[in-house]
């Protein structure tokens, strides 16, 4: 059975950094993509960032770019999302996901596998 727990989230004033994690469990972690997603209240779930499973290829929604930074450790298997800069309308439920490809797609119906999410609250 699959399981992806996310850590990390947490309330931060704006400016601030949070880092989250999420360890994967119950398939061979480094053969395929992982992605983080968001979803703030009232909106749909919304594409953040994913990693391929080697970790070369990275993909970022504009409005994150040159603040966050996905990585994967695959000894771990564990991705990350650090997040700096962060800003008010970044507040959300972060999801992490597991593709089912090795590429990390930006479309949510590609991934097999979700975690429970983990709240980033931004103050002003």
């Known amino acids: 059975q699959v399981q992806l727990v996310e850590s990390g989230g947490g309330l931060v004033q704006a400016g601030g950094s949070l880092r989250l994690s999420c360890a994967a469990s119950?398939?061979?972690?480094?053969?395929?993509?992982m992605g983080w997603f968001r979803q703030a209240p009232g909106k749909e779930r919304e594409f953040v960032a994913a990693?391929?499973?080697?970790?070369?290829?990275?993909n970022y929604v504009e409005s994150v770019k040159g603040r966050f930074t996905i990585s994967r450790d695959n000894a771990k298997n564990t991705v990350y999302l650090q997040m700096n800069s962060l800003k008010p309308e970044d507040t959300a439920v972060y999801y992490c996901a597991m593709d089912r490809g090795s590429a990390g797609s930006t479309i949510p119906q590609n991934y097999d596998y979700w975690g429970q999410g983990t709240q980033v609250t931004v103050s002003s």
């Open positions: 119950g398939r061979p972690f480094s053969r395929y993509g």
């Open positions: 990693i391929s499973l080697s970790g070369g290829i990275t």
